[in-house]
């Protein structure tokens, strides 16, 4: 699904997970080795955990419709410490926040020059993310690309999480920018949802959970990847 909107952007609004980040490659190993560590070698709380964050401990990956792939870290970490006797949901939090920090991250593609070349048109790039900002920047850092946004928030930097448009609108009214102008991408139905409700373009990308079906009913375009960007703003 492709329409004409290339060519009128000014603003590019990325998510992270499954659009920056390959979220298989990085999420499910992260999920596999936290529920290990949560359970603490009970095989019945382990089946909980992975239970409740929809991860399927046989095919070893967090399923399409997971909380971990859309909701906040709050709401993952409730959903975790409903199931854990005895743990906070602070506690548990913090523990998902720093060790999702360290998660092993691996790039859909090469991220600096793909950065890099969005910046010599011009365009202001900001990433916009369910996790925390903590995780968000450590990731971005070990990437070496957290210099290349001009903006960056999480769902606790006090602007809203996705799909509220707040974060968006936030995200274009500091730098001067009309929404219409701008472009929402991700992987996921709140990325876009988000986008939409802001007054945004969407782009949705295949290198998440969500099928082509799931986002085509929220996005003016969808591709393979973030690699097919610039030639769409070429086109």
């Known amino acids: ?6 060519g009128k952007v000014d603003g590019l609004l990325f998510d992270k997970d499954g659009t920056l980040i390959d979220f298989h490659g990085t999420w499910d190993v992260w999920a596999a080795e ?3 560590q949560l359970a603490g070698g009970d095989p019945v709380l382990k089946a909980n955990i992975a239970g409740v964050i929809d991860f399927d401990l046989e095919l070893g990956r967090l399923l399409p419709q997971s909380i971990a792939i859309a909701e906040t870290n709050r709401d993952i970490s409730q959903a975790v410490a409903d199931v854990l006797p005895g743990r906070h949901v ?3 939090e913090q523990f998902l926040i720093t060790s999702g920090a360290n998660a092993p ?4 593609l090469p991220l600096m ?6 910046a010599r048109r011009g365009i202001t790039l900001g990433m916009l993310t369910n996790d925390s900002e903590f995780g968000a920047r450590a990731h971005l850092r070990t990437l070496g690309i957290e ?3 001009d903006f960056i928030a999480g769902f606790d930097s006090g602007f809203g999480a996705k799909p509220a448009p707040e974060p968006l609108l936030h995200y274009a009214m500091i730098h001067g920018l009309s929404p219409e102008r701008v472009a929402m991408v991700g992987d996921s139905v709140h990325d876009l949802m988000a986008g939409r409700a802001a007054g945004m373009q969407t782009i949705g990308v295949l290198t998440g959970p969500a099928e082509e079906h799931h986002l085509a009913p929220y996005a003016d375009v969808i591709f393979p990847d973030i690699g097919h960007i610039p030639g769409w703003l070429s086109a």
Do not use: K, Q, T, Y
């Open 1 to 6: 699904m492709v329409n004409d909107l290339s």
């Open 34 to 36: 936290i529920i290990d």
């Open 147 to 149: 210099a290349h946004f």
């Open 90 to 92: 602070d506690e548990v």
């Open 113 to 118: 020059p793909f950065l890099e070349g969005l």
């Open 105 to 108: 991250v691996v790039p859909v």
